[in-house]
């Protein structure tokens, strides 16, 4: 196989105009081609004046040393490596023990699943919340008619929080399994270019399909859903978890599932599990997280900032990405940044108001929004208990659900109003997309001094970086607060915690922040279980 990287392109070529560019300008024979895919594809467009795509390919020649000034490269099958370290008496001996359960059916619980089934192994997921389909149904409600269902919404059911958002794959972690991840994805209905896009995305229209075929194959192979039931309770005998205890949320009867495996997939939002988990002893630490607003701008004003006003290529909407230390040693920065999306009412708790951002796959919304956040730290906290960023976060939601007019309207602020502290009267240019609706605000008046003041200091510095950023016109729209996890469950080197038989998993747990590290914790947590020791 030979690899060719920095491939620059300034033009919109097919594939098969792709493929005969490189082979003319690298001298390689049509004839010697068995096969070639792309590998990555990103856009530079550090010059306005020179926009162009940078590929990297990989060619399977039948006689490599005939282009020795071409990079070898010897192919890594992850497949192969992951049944190579399976270790084939524990297969065994799980299955002849009780099915392991997975609490949580969002990406960390449902790669989880599949990698047990693909290893013989037949789990049973329990989600409180609605399958997909019908999950949809009840975030359409909330959004349209305010008829918020607190066990399924945009934080709560099939496919995590993650489904409701722009779906990014992006990650900071540099593990193996993020391409297992993508093409499992693939394999399951998303479009081949997220395995070599540089910021691959698949949109919530896209997400709610290939769940749903997820679902579908896990059950043909044996495995189990529990929808609309909810993680209540577990035992234990000498020492090691033996069951669990289970509500159906649609009759209200409780019964009971032996286990002697329990993976917490729980989701950053669980807040009554992580009590329940924290009075039965298991052992949990506040950690850092981030809290803020949601700041919307037009989406062409974006891509005219990041591309100039006339690029000759056809590019897809442009995103950005931005950071900010202040003196006081605080950071404010952007996070999980929607091109062509709207901010959508996130809220899983009565009289509170949580935003996020949502995109579908192709990202033609007429604003571009983004999360804008400050760090909070367990020093912030009034509270010595574990648990008090979570009290932290439901404060700031509880204050902004009274801003807006105590009705599910979420409070909204135009930059230029935010940064002189003074009440919003009017709407500009950019129209505020969240639904059930809005309310002229301050968010000054809920927003700890701290958020407040590196906010304005971080919008301001963005707007040099990001032309336009600081238009006076952009809207703010409060409270963004569930960025991550405000506990982590500590777990050793088995994945195990403090109780045997117990293994917290993904974001909810503090392993993860988003879709693809998600789901690869979910992975190596089963592979842990199954006695492989991929990292």
């Not at 909204?412 to 002229?440: A, C, M, R």
Request: hydrophobic fraction near 35%; glycine fraction near 8%.
């Amino acid at each position: 196989m030979l690899r060719i990287h920095n491939i620059k392109i300034r033009e919109n070529l097919s594939d098969e105009q792709l493929i005969s560019f490189v082979l003319k300008k690298y001298k390689i024979e049509s004839a010697d081609m068995l096969d070639w895919h792309i590998v990555k594809q990103s856009i530079d467009a550090r010059k306005k004046a020179d926009i162009f795509f940078n590929y990297t390919i990989d060619i399977q020649i039948k006689d490599e040393t005939k282009y020795p000034h071409i990079q070898k490269i010897e192919p890594v099958d992850i497949e192969e490596t992951i049944q190579n370290s399976i270790n084939a008496s524990v297969i065994s001996s799980l299955q002849s023990e009780p099915s392991p359960i997975i609490v949580g059916a969002g990406p960390a619980g449902l790669f989880s699943a599949l990698t047990f089934i693909q290893n013989g192994i037949c789990p049973i997921v329990i989600e409180q919340g609605a399958p997909v389909e019908e999950r949809q149904k009840d975030v359409d409600d909330f959004l349209h008619h305010k008829k918020l269902r607190i066990s399924s919404n945009v934080q709560f059911g099939e496919g995590g929080a993650g489904t409701f958002s722009d779906g990014k794959l992006t990650t900071g972690i540099h593990s193996p399994l993020c391409q297992k991840v993508l093409r499992e994805f693939v394999n399951f209905g998303a479009p081949e270019e997220i395995l070599y896009l540089s910021k691959p995305h698949i949109g919530t229209d896209n997400l709610i399909k290939i769940i749903k075929n997820m679902r579908n194959y896990i059950i043909s192979k044996g495995g189990k859903f529990y929808f609309h039931t909810k993680f209540v309770d577990f035992t234990l005998k000498d020492k090691k978890i033996h069951s669990v205890i289970l509500k159906n949320l649609e009759n209200n009867t409780i019964f009971e599932v032996d286990s002697t495996h329990l993976i917490l997939a729980i989701g950053h939002s669980s807040r009554d599990t992580f009590e329940l988990l924290y009075k039965n002893g298991i052992s949990m630490e506040k950690k850092n997280f981030s809290v803020g607003v949601r700041i919307e701008h037009l989406q062409e004003m974006i891509n005219q900032a990041q591309y100039g006003e006339n690029p000759k290529l056809t590019l897809p909407p442009a995103d950005y990405k931005l950071a900010y230390h202040s003196p006081s040693g605080r950071s404010c920065y952007t996070f999980c940044m929607c091109p062509g999306g709207t901010v959508i009412a996130s809220s899983s708790e009565e009289n509170t108001i949580v935003t996020n951002g949502m995109s579908n796959y192709l990202r033609n919304g007429t604003n571009a929004n983004s999360a804008l956040l400050v760090n909070v730290t367990p020093e912030d906290f009034l509270d010595t208990s574990p648990l008090a960023g979570i009290y932290f976060q439901q404060d700031l939601e509880e204050k902004a659900f009274v801003l807006g007019g105590s009705n599910y309207f979420a409070p909204i602020q135009k930059v230029e109003d935010f940064l002189h502290n003074q009440k919003s009267s009017t709407i500009g240019s950019v129209k505020p997309s969240y639904l059930p609706g809005t309310t002229l605000s301050n968010l000054n008046e809920i927003l700890p001094d701290f958020v407040s003041s590196t906010l304005k200091e971080g919008i301001l510095y963005f707007d040099n970086k990001l032309k336009g950023f600081a238009s006076p016109d952009s809207i703010l729209t409060g409270v963004e607060t569930r960025s991550s996890s405000p506990v982590k469950i500590p777990r050793n080197e088995h994945f195990i915690a403090n109780i045997d038989g117990i293994y917290p998993c993904g974001e909810g747990a503090g392993y993860a922040g988003g879709i693809m590290s998600a789901a690869v914790d979910g992975i190596k947590t089963s592979l842990a279980i199954l006695g492989n020791t991929i990292h």
